[in-house]
């Protein structure tokens, strides 16, 4: 065994790159991807939005709390805090204890009286740029300051008592619960990659075993030949693929449908040509100089040319059936159709007892000289399997939006097995022992033109109580029929 070469297995990596199954695990991972990433930033968002709700909620409530104990009364003197602005901001402070990162500063005249805790960070501390611009408040203010540390959120309330100014601030520290935010968020981003890599297992898994039906699709696919059309697909499940499989098995169905009639038609045309070749060339081989000898063989050989002109011509008429532009389509009245069908059916056979059963008034839409060839056929039909004093029968009945149109005989009828397939090219009943001057293409014709209508042909029949056959026509022809013409 030769060595893989280099091409096949860069052929061997394209093939897996660029298949179906890579294509849905890309779209798979970029899609989760995407969904990680935006729902990581709305989580993100979201807490940072509650983080800052809380703050605001917890220094709106100092305030709150400040100002309530400012209005009353000092708990060690009984007296109110009007006049004692530093024994207000000590009892508060004592009070109070401040959450992880808040600060409580209390401010004099410009400058810190105490605070809770008492470390206060860089931007917070005595001196500082904010605590000389909170000194300096006269109305209450909220708001937040980018520093050094990070930003500060701030409430804070100027008090005013005999004189002496003073503000109460709430500072909030916000660095370090943003820190566990986006600590969070690197133990989700974390896990969310360790799922995407796990998902992305599993789809490549689950998406191999979806698409084997495509798999063993492509290897029927590649398998079929004209030869061997027998191989199916297996059908499991009632999704959108097991769906495909079952119409990609009904068009092998058809296709070895299509296969086997092409190979009949052409055995069983060979064989309706071969035998009046073989007799035209063997009457020309033995053909000697006797005058009246030459004129039976050029009759004869002129016979058989005629029998393969009429067999072609019903091949062609065949053919041109599936074409678009088979049927003229013209308003007939059906009183006047079977009595013109009538007088050109009653010259096929003399000695036949030739009668019409019913008409029917009314109109259809069809192509005259096609149903005048289809009955003028299921006549000659019936001449041909009846004897001398029979009855051959025509008749048209209207019924609803269909219109019926027969040919009856009381000749030999025909057996159940032979009409399953009596309308098939070159069929003839089993029990016929008559030469035929066709080809067993007369009822096949039938059909067709029956079908190019967009009706159907039916037929009745036991052995030895002869056979009625139906062409069952639409008085409208369908839009498809319609949009041809």
């Known amino acids: 065994m030769s060595p893989p070469n280099r091409f096949d297995k860069t052929q061997q990596w394209r093939r897996i790159f660029y298949s179906l199954r890579t294509s849905i695990l890309i779209w798979y991972v970029l899609l989760l991807t995407c969904s990680a990433f935006l729902s990581t930033l709305v989580i993100r968002q979201v807490l940072l939005a509650r983080l800052e709700a809380r703050h605001a909620t917890s220094l709106l409530q100092e305030v709150k709390e400040f100002r309530v104990l400012a209005n009353g009364k000092d708990p060690n003197t009984g007296k109110p805090f009007q006049h004692n602005l530093k024994a207000l901001f000590k009892v508060f402070l004592n009070r109070n204890i401040p959450d992880d990162d808040e600060f409580l500063i209390a401010i004099i005249e410009g400058e810190i009286d105490r605070s809770s805790p008492r470390a206060l960070p860089e931007p917070l501390k005595q001196n500082s740029e904010l605590i000389q611009y909170f000194g300096k408040l006269t109305q209450p203010e909220q708001g937040a300051r980018e520093t050094a540390v990070g930003t500060i959120l701030y409430r804070a309330a100027p008090i005013i008592r005999d004189e002496t ?73 009632s999704d959108e693929v097991a769906e495909l499989a079952t119409t990609f098995n009904e068009m092998l169905d058809r296709l070895q449908a299509a296969f086997s009639s092409q190979r009949n038609f052409i055995n069983d045309a060979s064989h309706e040509l071969r035998t009046p070749i073989t007799i035209i060339r063997g009457h020309l081989e033995l053909m000697g100089d006797d005058p009246q000898e030459r004129e039976e063989t050029v009759a004869l050989v002129t016979d058989e040319l005629d029998r393969m002109s009429r067999f072609i011509d019903d091949l062609l008429l065949l053919a041109k059936a599936e074409q678009p532009n088979f049927l003229k389509l013209e308003r007939l009245d059906l009183t006047t159709l079977v009595a013109e069908i009538y007088s050109k059916a009653i010259a096929l056979s003399t000695d036949r007892h030739w009668q019409i059963d019913r008409h029917s008034p009314g109109a259809i839409i069809a192509d005259r000289q096609r149903l005048t060839q289809a009955m003028i056929n299921l006549a000659q039909n019936a001449t041909q399997h009846t004897t001398t004093g029979d009855t051959i029968a025509l008749g048209c009945m209207q019924r609803h939006n269909w219109v019926r149109l027969w040919v009856r005989d009381t000749g030999e009828g025909i057996s159940l097995a032979d009409q399953q397939r009596i309308f098939e090219r070159f069929a003839r009943t089993t029990k016929s022992q008559r030469r035929s001057e066709g080809a067993g293409l007369g009822l096949a014709i039938v059909r067709a033109i029956a079908q190019a209508h967009g009706g159907k042909i039916e037929l009745s029949s036991r052995p030895h109580r002869g056979s009625t056959f139906t062409i069952v026509l639409p008085i409208e022809p369908t839009s498809e029929i319609s949009s041809h013409e």
């Open 165 to 237: 100014h003073g503000v109460f601030v709430v500072a909030q520290l916000t660095a370090g619960e943003r820190q566990e935010v986006n600590e969070a968020m690197a133990v989700i981003i974390q896990v969310k990659i360790f799922v995407i890599i796990g998902a992305a297992i599993l789809a490549w898994l689950v998406a191999g075993r979806t698409l084997t039906p495509l798999h063993l699709l492509t290897e029927t696919a590649r398998s079929i030949r004209e030869s061997d059309l027998t191989r199916r697909i297996p059908v499991k499940g």
